[in-house]
């Protein structure tokens, strides 16, 4: 599948909604938090494809804020999986060349999620082959509602005029403002929403949904989507034969 991909036209970025954890160990008859452990398998295959590829940009959505209305025996196993995994993956990150970030609001986290996440970060700082970004404790609408607020204050101050607010300067108060928008995000388990996920960042990104069950996630499936991606007409506002002139 790989020789139907121009490698020269390869999304920057790409965010993926990571969704069916539960679902799938459900119909195997386990427990979810079961799926959720299976889906670091998922995570690791397709980082692995992403870099291949040349994509410089991964954003996963790892935990929404909307995902503390779980039950808490779920919250719990899903703080320890990621301190298990973010810990246990560290060496191959930096073997890898990929640079770990996060967005999201952190201080919600447990101290420990924070300390191993904050170490991760600092420790893998200095790769450069690709960005895994994890959104953790995400939500788009809190996102642009704290740039609105900063903006605010910031006019009050003096520091900005109400002239200069325009969609370049809002870029620079989003989690997002050192990372250029996604150009493809995928959806896996069948779901076609964005569930408050980069509303901001995904204006223009061309959306491939797949009914893959997120712990079932592998290499094909992201190849899947690129092929996707590279048969689309990005037009961005403008006409087919403006974009074949230019």
Same mark, same amino acid.
């Given at each position: ?12 970025? @790409? ?24 889906? @670091? ?19 996963? =959505? ?23 995994? @973010? ?24 101290? +420990? ?42 006019? +009050? ?36 929403? #964005? ?8 204006? =223009? ?6 009914? #893959? ?34």
């Amino acid at each position: 599948m790989i020789e139907q991909i121009n490698l020269q036209n390869v999304p920057q970025h @790409v965010a993926i909604i990571m969704d069916g954890n539960g679902r799938w160990a459900k119909q195997q008859g386990l427990d979810r938090l079961f799926g959720h452990s299976q889906g @670091v398998e998922s995570v690791r295959d397709t980082l692995k494809t992403a870099r291949e590829l040349g994509i410089k940009y991964l954003t996963l =959505y790892a935990f929404s804020t909307e995902n503390w209305n779980r039950p808490k025996s779920e919250i719990d196993g899903l703080m320890d999986l990621l301190i298990e995994a @973010v810990t246990h993956e560290l060496m191959e990150l930096n073997n890898n060349g990929v640079r770990l970030l996060t967005i999201g609001d952190l201080n919600a986290l447990p101290e +420990n999620c924070q300390k191993s996440l904050s170490d991760a970060i600092q420790k893998t700082s200095n790769n450069k082959d690709i960005t895994l970004v994890l959104a953790l404790n995400y939500s788009s609408q809190s996102e642009i509602t704290s740039a609105i607020k900063n903006i605010i204050a910031d006019n +009050n101050s003096g520091k900005i005029t109400i002239d200069e607010i325009n969609p370049e300067l809002i870029d620079t108060y989003l989690y997002t403002k050192d990372i250029p928008d996604p150009e493809l995000l995928i959806r896996t388990s069948g779901e076609r929403r #964005v569930s408050n996920f980069l509303l901001w960042q995904i204006a =223009y990104a061309e959306f491939h949904f797949t009914s #893959v069950f997120w712990p079932d996630f592998r290499r094909q499936h992201l190849l899947e989507a690129i092929i996707d991606f590279q048969q689309r007409e990005r037009r961005f506002g403008m006409t087919s034969d403006q974009i074949n002139k230019a």
